[in-house]
């Protein structure tokens, strides 16, 4: 894949000793790229840590919105107004690398996907990804959402090292969603010795993207690869990684890359609704140490304020831990982040700040947005809508556009509405620019429902129309007379 590669403005890759720190292979790691499916490796931490520290359990039911099942596929297709257990939630995400279970979790820690997604990029921010932002949970195409191949090999090293009683689930090829037997996108697990996680990915401004674990003996690599062509040549560019990079692995651990921690000491269980940042002391011993937030650790850690995600400022330690050999240590001297982090990272996964030659310079996502046009058969979309321009009406009230209307929704949740009506007129682009976005408040029984709704067709055939169009984009639609 070399030669192919160097032809690939998405391509990118980067292996890193997972023992110690040692970066064995960077090839354009710092430069932006989209992480498309990868992007669940953040969902599945925020989802970890809320199992961890009690907000959550793997038998949890949590509630399928109108919204969240409407995603588009790849998904599980749970139904609206259904149930989806913490633990179905997580398995299909990793195998299926369902889009509906993300929103499923991103609604229920979150609230919202755009919350959820301001979420996971602080996350980000706290574990040292500098050049990663997320714009929803599942990696569908958002032209604001970029990462770096270095960031997501921090992500894979951080998801082993703080969780590493969930992380098992990364190792698993199938599981059974009611009935079903659903196979994992994984193709290296049991193909490649050693390999056990972590995440595929695949949109088409992004190419073929790929993070993997590597655990055999006592060496430990994680290797991210970006932007293959396709599904087969993006694996075997990373089996030739493994094989080549291995064997230059130490078996020696040197200690954490990332603070790693237990809620309430070591072998404690985790106790829901336990608070114990704001009563820890200015400084705290790191084997001694109790934090409820993966922010604190790495703060206490690295001798920082974790930028504010914590109640109380923890200053540095009066000794750190040991992160790595003195070639580690060297590396921090050399390296560091793009821009100033209130978190620093693990050492050697900072980016580096010598600019490469201009004949290894490659193209990389700017870093304001990006036009739509640059997705691959996507429309460029119109601006959003604002919620000062739906017509939310009373009970029972008749909307005051003549013709006809399109259905795509009804939600208890006005916010989510409007969520919907905007990324379905992103979605289906001149097909609904015409249309006039509305919700319509209604009653069913004791609950108050918004219905999301497009006006403004003069025929039915035009509504009919528009419902095909929204429906190859997985948008539940019908038709009706004003």
């Not at 429902?449 to 055939?461: K, P």
Request: with cysteine.
């Amino acid at each position: 894949m070399g030669q192919q590669a160097a032809a690939n403005e998405k391509y990118a890759a980067f292996v890193i000793d997972a023992n110690n720190g040692k970066v064995l292979f960077n090839r354009y790691a710092d430069d932006k790229r989209y992480p498309a499916s990868l992007t669940k490796m953040m969902t599945l931490y925020m989802m970890f840590e809320a199992l961890e520290t009690g907000r959550a359990k793997l038998s949890t039911p949590m509630k399928v919105s109108a919204f969240a099942a409407s995603r588009p596929p790849t998904k599980l297709g749970v139904r609206a107004g259904s149930t989806l257990s913490v633990e179905e939630a997580i398995y299909g995400l990793i195998t299926r690398s369902a889009n509906d279970a993300s929103a499923v979790i991103a609604e229920y820690l979150g609230g919202s996907e755009a919350r959820f997604a301001e979420m996971m990029t602080a996350k980000a921010r706290g574990l040292g990804m500098s050049r990663t932002t997320f714009r929803n949970p599942h990696g569908l195409p958002n032209p604001g959402q970029s990462t770096t191949a270095r960031d997501m090999a921090t992500l894979g090293i951080s998801l082993r090292e703080h969780f590493p009683q969930y992380y098992k689930y990364f190792s698993a090829s199938s599981f059974n969603f009611r009935g079903q037997t659903i196979r994992g996108h994984n193709r290296l697990l049991g193909r490649i010795a050693g390999v056990d996680g972590i995440k595929t990915g695949y949109i088409n401004a992004s190419g073929y993207n790929l993070v993997s674990s590597v655990s055999t003996g006592n060496k430990r690599l994680v290797a991210v690869v970006m932007g293959g062509r396709t599904g087969a040549t993006r694996d075997a560019h990373m089996a030739e990684l493994i094989k080549e990079y291995l064997p230059q692995a130490t078996t020696r651990k040197s200690g954490p890359l990332i603070a790693s921690w237990t809620p309430g000491g070591k072998g404690a269980a985790p106790s829901a609704g336990r608070r114990t940042v704001a009563a820890l002391p200015d400084r705290v011993p790191v084997p001694t140490m109790r934090a409820a937030s993966i922010d604190a650790r790495v703060a206490s850690a690295y001798g920082s304020n974790a930028a504010g995600a914590v109640n109380q400022a923890i200053a540095a330690p009066a000794s750190r831990p040991a992160i790595g050999q003195d070639a580690l240590r060297n590396a921090l001297n050399q390296r560091a982040p793009a821009q100033r982090l209130t978190v620093p990272t693990a050492n050697a996964l900072a980016p580096e700040t010598v600019a490469p030659s201009p004949a290894a310079r490659r193209p990389s996502l700017p870093t304001a947005p990006i036009p739509r046009a640059s997705i691959p058969n996507a429309p460029r979309p119109p601006a959003a809508i604002p919620s000062a321009s739906l017509d939310a009406r009373p009970t029972g009230s008749v909307a005051q556009s003549s013709g006809w209307m399109v259905q795509i929704a009804s939600t208890p949740a006005k916010s989510t509405a409007i969520a919907m009506l905007n990324e379905a007129r992103q979605q289906t682009g001149n097909v609904l620019a015409n249309a006039q976005a509305l919700t319509e408040v209604v009653s069913s029984g004791p609950e108050t429902l918004y219905r999301a709704r497009f006006a403004g067709f003069s025929t039915q055939a035009e509504a009919d129309d528009a419902c095909t169009a929204l429906r190859s984009r997985s948008f539940a639609c019908y038709s009706v007379a004003n």
